[in-house]
């Protein structure tokens, strides 16, 4: 007798995983969502899309018990039922889980202690590290991963810990996985790897909720596209019925057509203005490691200088020892600004140089989030706002109206804390801050890393406003087409070193990744530099 087992993703039409009906959240003076209802399909990739502050994050913390209820209007029916999350236990416990866009892993933690923490494998009061290391590697098979349980997550890249959250999420029997921006911190490699994940997931009838910029990967791997702006949904669009385009995507999230993804630019470039010679940086804590290896190049007045390479190429600690010495030690090199040698080995001395950095971790180096938008737009140039040793109130205040008015910074008031904006506007706020320092370079780091299209054009039109004013400026990039259509020249960096230089009129992403494949591909000796 043969026995048919139910088809998990039967009469889904019917009866859907998940419905939120006529949800609305409000903060103090900010209505964040109005009268919106969701439905999930069992079994499918549902992406979330929308401009920063659209309500997308909002609304999976109200699912997530995030925010419990009772501090929300509507109503969440998992799986036919009426549910009340006082917390995100309760919504664990039935297999929803979120993976926010800031990883919460332990970096000193080992994988495994990390897959159970708060769910401990363990015999009468006791950790079973043997049934826990069994089952850490199963996980980990799962997703893709052959590192060793016991390996401390310190020692992973940022691509790897997603992986690490989202077998944790396994590891709690997940049925409803809400991913937030997942990819936003990962190279196109590691991203690619995710979203095949993600359908191997959807094959084993595992339903995710897809919160993502990146319109590429959203047609790539969605079933349902939902479209929120200003807290509202716009539409809901069944790329199972057709394929939906991003162009089609964006004229809903924007409310218009978008027919330029990079505002034109008139080109001015002038004479150099900032040049580095012979850079050399190592490791803060593995003293015998090196990780910039004699990188030299210049910028030139009115220029917009791409920085391409792979996660971990060396970018990021490249600009930040730039700036003040931020990363590493045993600097050495030399700077030049306007032909002669200046002194950048601190930040005050930096920032005095008319040197800016903004940061790829606005959360943790740009912003001080409990502090209001006005405090943090003045912190790079307070003797600017000050009388003697004495903040001037009123002038602080002038300064915060006129760059939130410039930069179309999207919030209740200036006195609203950083911590309660969307990415994009606390990255426009982390831009204001150092415009307001009025810097000749600005080093911008992944600066529209987790910003939606319509705020990165913006961001672009800024640059170009920069670049127009004679300033020289570094764009550091992990999206190769985002490098090509704003830079004027571009840099290929690889391990630490600069092994290409291009003009952008005649690169390609093909280049670029010849040019990176050309290294890795070297002999041992040809790639290593005497110390």
Not at 404 to 420: D, G, P, Y
Not at 476 to 481: G, V
């Amino acid at each position: 007798m043969t026995v048919e087992l139910p088809n998990p993703l039967a009469n889904t039409a019917a009866q859907p995983l998940l419905e939120m009906r006529a949800i609305t959240k409000t903060f103090p003076g900010v209505r964040a969502l109005h009268n919106v209802s969701l439905r999930v399909r069992e079994g499918e990739i549902h992406a979330l899309v929308g401009e920063n502050g659209a309500g997308k994050s909002t609304l999976m913390k109200v699912l997530s018990g995030v925010y419990p209820h009772g501090s929300y209007e509507g109503e969440i029916r998992f799986r036919g039922q009426v549910r009340a999350f006082r917390n995100v236990r309760d919504s664990e416990a039935l297999g929803i889980i979120i993976i926010h866009q800031e990883l919460a892993l332990v970096p000193l933690l080992s994988i495994a202690e990390n897959l159970f923490l708060g769910h401990e494998r363990a015999r009468f009061g006791v950790i079973d590290w043997s049934q826990a290391t069994l089952q850490a590697r199963a996980l980990l098979a799962k997703v893709g991963l052959d590192e060793a349980p016991d390996t401390p997550v310190a020692e992973l890249g940022v691509g790897k810990q997603q992986l690490v959250e989202i077998a944790k999420a396994l590891a709690k029997e997940v049925k409803l996985l809400i991913l937030d921006e997942p990819t936003a911190s990962l190279s196109e490699s590691d991203s690619e790897a995710l979203l095949k994940l993600l359908l191997e997931f959807k094959a084993q009838g595992i339903t995710s909720v897809l919160i993502s910029h990146k319109l590429n990967e959203v047609v790539k791997v969605a079933d349902t596209i939902t479209v929120l702006r200003d807290g509202e949904v716009v539409e809901t669009l069944d790329a199972r019925a057709g394929p939906v385009s991003e162009a089609r995507i964006v004229r809903g999230m924007v409310g218009r057509e978008l027919t330029q993804r990079y505002p034109p630019r008139t080109h001015r470039v002038g004479e150099t203005l900032f040049e580095v010679r012979g850079w050399n940086v190592f490791h803060p804590v593995q003293r015998d490691r090196r990780v910039i290896h004699d990188a030299s190049f210049y910028l030139r007045r009115g220029e917009v200088v791409g920085l391409a390479g792979l996660m971990g190429a060396g970018r990021t600690e490249l600009a930040m020892s730039l700036f003040g010495r931020s990363y590493g030690r045993r600097v050495s090199g030399e700077v030049r600004l306007r032909g002669q040698v200046v002194d950048l080995s601190t930040v005050p001395k930096a920032i005095a140089q008319g040197v800016a950095y903004v940061t790829e971790d606005r959360k943790a180096l740009g912003l001080i989030l409990e502090q209001d938008i006005r405090h943090n737009l003045t912190l790079a140039n307070l003797g600017a706002v000050a009388k003697g040793v004495v903040i001037d109130a009123p002038r602080e205040v002038g300064v915060a109206h006129r760059y939130r008015e410039e930069l179309r910074i999207r919030c209740r008031s200036i006195e609203q804390e950083a911590v309660n904006l969307s990415g994009g506007n606390q990255q426009k706020v982390v831009l204001g801050k150092w415009l307001f320092a009025e810097p000749e370079v600005l080093l911008l780091d992944e600066p529209t890393r987790g910003v939606d299209v319509g705020a990165k054009f913006e961001i672009y039109t800024l640059i170009n406003r920069l670049a127009a004013q004679g300033k020289a400026i570094l764009l550091i990039s992990s999206e190769l087409p985002e490098v090509l259509g704003m830079s004027d020249r571009i840099y290929v960096m690889n391990e630490g070193r600069i092994v290409g230089e291009m003009d952008a009129r005649s690169a390609s992403q093909e280049r670029i990744m010849r040019e990176i494949v050309r290294l890795e591909d070297a002999p041992p000796d040809a790639r290593e530099v005497p110390v």
